[in-house]
C-alpha cells in the first residue's frame, strides 16, 4: 500500500510532459541530447563562461521566462535584459552567461533567427575579448522603474540656473538665425522681433 505522501496516479490524472531537453528539430534530438550531454561533463571540468547576446526580444519574454527558456540548454549563471531607465521597460536586447563557451556557442547556433511571438530572435556567441567589463552590471539585483511622482517632484522643484538659460537662449537664437537666412536665400522675406 502506498504511504499518505505518494500520490496515486490514474488515468484522468497522468500529464505528459516534455524532456529537460528538446531539440527544435524532432530528427536531430538524439544527436542533441548527446550533444548536450558530452558539453554538461565538460563543464564541471572547469571550462570558462560563454556569453550570448540575445536581440529582436519580443515583449512579454522578460527574465523569469528567459531564464526558464534557457535553462534547457545548460545552467544560466547571469541575465541581464536592457531596460530604459525612464520607462522601465525592455530595449529589445538581452545578454546570457551560460557555465560553458561551448553550450553558449549552441545556443548561438540554435536560437539564431528562432520566431517567437512573430519576431525572429537574433543570436550571436560574444567571445572573451568582446565582452566589456560591466556588461552584467546590476544583473544580479530587480529592477525597479522609477516612480512618476518622485520625477514630477524633481521636475518641479529644478531651478534653472541663468547660466543655462542664457546658453538656451543662445542656442534658440543661432538656430533661429540660421533658418532666416536659408528663407532669404530662397526668396523670403521674415520679419519677426526678437524673441
Same mark, same amino acid.
Given at each position: 500500500?502506498?504511504?499518505?505522501?505518494? $500520490?496515486?496516479?490514474? $488515468? @484522468?490524472? $497522468?500529464?505528459?510532459?516534455?524532456?529537460?531537453?528538446?531539440?527544435?528539430?524532432?530528427?536531430?534530438?538524439?544527436?542533441?541530447?548527446?550533444?548536450?550531454?558530452?558539453?554538461?561533463?565538460?563543464?564541471?571540468?572547469?571550462?570558462?563562461?560563454?556569453?550570448?547576446?540575445?536581440? +529582436?526580444?519580443?515583449?512579454?519574454?522578460?527574465?523569469?521566462?528567459?531564464?526558464?527558456?534557457?535553462?534547457?540548454?545548460?545552467?544560466?549563471?547571469?541575465?541581464?535584459?536592457?531596460?530604459?531607465? @525612464?520607462?522601465?521597460?525592455?530595449?529589445?536586447?538581452?545578454?546570457?552567461?551560460?557555465?560553458?563557451?561551448?553550450?553558449?556557442?549552441?545556443?548561438?547556433?540554435?536560437?539564431? +533567427?528562432?520566431?517567437?511571438?512573430?519576431?525572429?530572435?537574433?543570436?550571436?556567441?560574444?567571445?572573451?575579448?568582446?565582452?566589456?567589463?560591466? !556588461?552584467?552590471?546590476?544583473?544580479?539585483?530587480?529592477?525597479? $522603474?522609477?516612480?512618476?511622482?518622485?520625477?514630477?517632484?524633481?521636475?518641479?522643484?529644478?531651478? +534653472?540656473?541663468?547660466? @543655462?538659460?542664457?546658453?538656451?537662449?543662445?542656442?534658440?537664437? @543661432?538656430?533661429?538665425?540660421?533658418?532666416?537666412?536659408?528663407?532669404?536665400?530662397?526668396?523670403?522675406? !521674415?520679419?519677426?522681433? +526678437?524673441?
Amino acid at each position: 500500500m502506498a504511504s499518505p505522501r505518494q $500520490k496515486r496516479v490514474t $488515468k @484522468k490524472s $497522468k500529464e505528459t510532459s516534455l524532456p529537460e531537453t528538446v531539440a527544435l528539430d524532432e530528427h536531430k534530438q538524439k544527436s542533441f541530447e548527446t550533444k548536450l550531454k558530452t558539453i554538461k561533463k565538460n563543464s564541471k571540468d572547469g571550462t570558462s563562461p560563454g556569453v550570448v547576446y540575445l536581440g +529582436n526580444i519580443p515583449h512579454g519574454f522578460f527574465e523569469p521566462q528567459m531564464k526558464q527558456f534557457f535553462r534547457q540548454f545548460g545552467t544560466v549563471q547571469r541575465l541581464r535584459l536592457s531596460r530604459s531607465k @525612464k520607462s522601465g521597460k525592455g530595449k529589445g536586447y538581452a545578454f546570457i552567461e551560460f557555465q560553458c563557451d561551448d553550450v553558449a556557442k549552441i545556443v548561438a547556433e540554435t536560437m539564431n +533567427n528562432y520566431l517567437m511571438f512573430e519576431r525572429l530572435l537574433k543570436c550571436k556567441y560574444i567571445p572573451q575579448e568582446e565582452q566589456h567589463p560591466a !556588461l552584467f552590471k546590476g544583473s544580479q539585483r530587480q529592477f525597479s $522603474k522609477p516612480k512618476s511622482h518622485s520625477i514630477a517632484i524633481r521636475r518641479h522643484n529644478f531651478k +534653472n540656473p541663468d547660466k @543655462k538659460l542664457k546658453s538656451t537662449a543662445k542656442r534658440f537664437l @543661432k538656430g533661429h538665425q540660421k533658418r532666416i537666412a536659408a528663407l532669404a536665400e530662397i526668396g523670403v522675406e !521674415l520679419k519677426i522681433k +526678437n524673441v
